[in-house]
């Protein structure tokens, strides 16, 4: 336990150059739903559903980061920032992944128990990301910002979106 701890707190300190002290990682969401998260998802497994539900709502309303407790999440995790990151029931998260805010690992159907994305080790995922639907992101992967993933994609992929729309007026012509 204390390894791990110890390990979330390094984690979060070297991959965020804001941060300025150890100490202030205690201060940060990403700190704070990865806690929650790991007791909501023991006690998930343990299939005490209404607690884990109850720690995950608590977390989410102090962090607002709403990671669903039977969700599996990797070790060293970050959430940069964090605000508006929703992780669904049965998506996996893999280690070393850097997730920013408004990320969803989100369904298409709601139908079956794998519906959420797995995402693989080291895979960075830009804010504002929509990754759905029961597919694979694999490992060491970029989702850029803004991007709508509904396709599994192969290892050191690189993934964004870029569609520049442009409206041509009579007059231009």
């Known amino acids: 336990m204390f390894k791990w701890l110890r390990d979330e707190i ?20 990403s700190f704070h739903a990865s806690i929650n998260h790991k007791l909501a998802h023991w006690l998930y497994t343990k299939k005490m559903f209404f607690l884990a539900r109850l720690i995950s709502t608590i977390s989410r309303f102090f962090t607002g980061i709403e990671i669903h407790p039977g969700a599996k999440i990797g070790k060293r995790v970050f959430f940069d920032h964090g ?6 029931e049965s998506a996996i998260v893999g280690d070393d992944c850097v997730i920013y805010h408004g990320v969803t690992l989100g369904n298409l159907k709601p139908v079956g128990f794998k519906r959420h994305p797995t995402i693989g080790n080291n ?3 830009g804010a504002g990301a929509k990754v759905l639907g029961n597919i694979t992101i694999g490992k060491n992967s970029k989702i850029g910002a803004n991007a709508v993933v509904k396709h599994s994609v192969p290892d050191g992929t690189i993934v964004y979106e870029a569609r520049p729309v442009v409206r041509y007026l009579e007059e231009d012509k």
């Open 123 to 125: 895979v960075m995922i």
């Open 10 to 29: 390094n984690n979060i300190y070297e991959k965020d150059p804001a941060i300025k002290s150890k100490m202030e990682v205690f201060l940060y969401p």
């Open 83 to 88: 605000i508006g990151v929703v992780i669904g």
